[in-house]
C-alpha cells in the first residue's frame, strides 16, 4: 500500500474528520483543503500509536476575488453553525503571503509550500467523486518518517517557536526534531 494509500486509509477510518470534510465541501470554496494538524497529527498518532484530539481544524482556500478577513470570519461562522463543537479556522491563502513577507502565492498548494514544517504541508479535500484527494508539497515519505522536519523556506528561528508552542515533543515523546 502507497503512503497516500494509507493517509487515505487513516482518514475515512475517522467519522470526525469524514464529517468535517463533508461539511466543508458543501461550501463549494475554490481551492479549497483541510490541512496541517487534521492530517499531520492523525498520522503521527498512527506512527507513534497514540489517540489524540483534534485541537483546531484548518480550512485552507484560495479566492484572489475577496481576500478579506471578513469573508473568512463569515465562512467560520457558517462551519459553526453546521457543527458549533468543532473548532474551525479558516483562512485564504490568496492574502497570506502578505503577513508571511512572501512573493504572492498562485494557489493553496504554492502557499503550503512556504509553510514552516514539511510534515505539515499536507491537506485533504473530497473530490467530485466523494473520495478522498490528498494534496501535499513533500515526498510523501516523510509523513511517516516520526519526524518533524524544517522547511527551508522559513528561518530556524520560526520552526525552533513552533515547535516549543505546540508542545509536539510532549505530546509525541519518540518525535525527531529534524533543523
Given at each position: 500500500?502507497?503512503?497516500?494509500?494509507?493517509?487515505?486509509?487513516?482518514?475515512?477510518?475517522?467519522?470526525?474528520?469524514?464529517?468535517?470534510?463533508s461539511?466543508?465541501?458543501?461550501?463549494n470554496?475554490?481551492?479549497?483543503?483541510?490541512?496541517?494538524?487534521?492530517?499531520?497529527?492523525?498520522?503521527?498518532?498512527?506512527?507513534?500509536?497514540?489517540?489524540?484530539?483534534?485541537?483546531d481544524?484548518?480550512?485552507?482556500?484560495f479566492?484572489?476575488?475577496?481576500?478579506?478577513?471578513?469573508?473568512?470570519?463569515?465562512?467560520?461562522?457558517?462551519?459553526?453553525?453546521?457543527?458549533?463543537e468543532?473548532?474551525?479556522?479558516?483562512?485564504?491563502?490568496?492574502?497570506?503571503?502578505?503577513?508571511?513577507?512572501?512573493?504572492?502565492?498562485?494557489d493553496?498548494?504554492?502557499?503550503?509550500?512556504?509553510?514552516?514544517?514539511?510534515?505539515?504541508?499536507?491537506g485533504?479535500?473530497?473530490?467530485?467523486?466523494?473520495?478522498?484527494?490528498?494534496?501535499?508539497?513533500?515526498?510523501?515519505?516523510?509523513?511517516?518518517?516520526?519526524?518533524?522536519?524544517?522547511?527551508p523556506?522559513?528561518?530556524k528561528?520560526i520552526f525552533?517557536?513552533?515547535?516549543?508552542?505546540?508542545?509536539?515533543?510532549?505530546?509525541?515523546?519518540?518525535?525527531?526534531?529534524?533543523?
Amino acid at each position: 500500500m502507497s503512503q497516500q494509500q494509507r493517509i487515505v486509509n487513516l482518514i475515512e477510518n475517522d467519522q470526525f474528520r469524514m464529517r468535517a470534510l463533508s461539511v466543508v465541501e458543501k461550501l463549494n470554496l475554490p481551492d479549497w483543503l483541510i490541512a496541517a494538524g487534521f492530517v499531520r497529527n492523525l498520522i503521527w498518532d498512527d506512527c507513534f500509536s497514540k489517540q489524540t484530539q483534534v485541537n483546531d481544524i484548518d480550512v485552507i482556500y484560495f479566492c484572489r476575488e475577496d481576500m478579506s478577513e471578513a469573508r473568512d470570519e463569515l465562512l467560520e461562522e457558517q462551519l459553526k453553525a453546521i457543527c458549533p463543537e468543532f473548532p474551525w479556522s479558516v483562512k485564504n491563502q490568496a492574502r497570506m503571503h502578505i503577513k508571511n513577507g512572501d512573493d504572492p502565492y498562485q494557489d493553496t498548494l504554492d502557499a503550503m509550500r512556504y509553510w514552516p514544517e514539511k510534515q505539515t504541508s499536507i491537506g485533504v479535500k473530497l473530490d467530485a467523486g466523494g473520495n478522498v484527494d490528498v494534496k501535499h508539497c513533500f515526498d510523501i515519505d516523510i509523513q511517516f518518517s516520526g519526524q518533524i522536519n524544517r522547511n527551508p523556506a522559513r528561518s530556524k528561528e520560526i520552526f525552533e517557536r513552533r515547535v516549543s508552542a505546540k508542545r509536539w515533543v510532549d505530546i509525541w515523546p519518540d518525535l525527531i526534531i529534524t533543523i
